[in-house]
């Protein structure tokens, strides 16, 4: 599967921004899907991953209560719904796939073979 994430830009503090990971190829709902990021200076870290088949999410503790994900299998994307924007919140957002990925993995980056090329985030304060 090819994964291409856009819908990244620039955004002032508290405001809201909506990434999106569209596939190509088959049986889309067979992946799970996870958005990872890397900011400036330290290392990737996981952010939110939606699961194959019925789609059960996962979150970073960080970005409970203020990020979303959701799939549209219909579409082949997932979508990061981010909310209430920080200036920590500036990265580069990754979105990775893996085929019937164990829940166990789903933050972790070395099981996710797929990986689109980011998309730029940055918040202004």
């Known amino acids: 599967v090819q994964l291409q994430a856009f819908g990244g830009g620039l955004v002032q503090t508290g405001g809201s921004l909506t990434l999106s990971c569209a596939a190509s190829?088959?049986?889309?709902?067979?992946?799970?899907v996870a958005w990872f990021r890397q900011a400036p200076g330290k290392e990737r870290e996981f952010a939110a991953a939606?699961?194959?088949?019925?789609?059960?999410?996962y979150y970073a503790e960080s970005m409970k209560g203020r990020f979303i994900i959701s799939r549209d299998n219909t579409k082949n994307t997932v979508y990061l719904q981010m909310n209430n924007l920080q200036p920590e919140d500036t990265a580069v957002y990754y979105c990775?796939?893996?085929?019937?990925?164990?829940?166990?993995?789903?933050?972790?980056?070395?099981?996710?073979?797929?990986w689109g090329q980011g998309t730029q985030v940055t918040v202004s304060s």
């Open positions: 939606s699961s194959y088949g019925v789609g059960t999410t």
């Open positions: 190829g088959r049986a889309f709902n067979h992946y799970t």
């Open positions: 990775a796939a893996a085929s019937l990925l164990n829940h166990n993995y789903v933050d972790t980056e070395r099981y996710h073979n797929f």
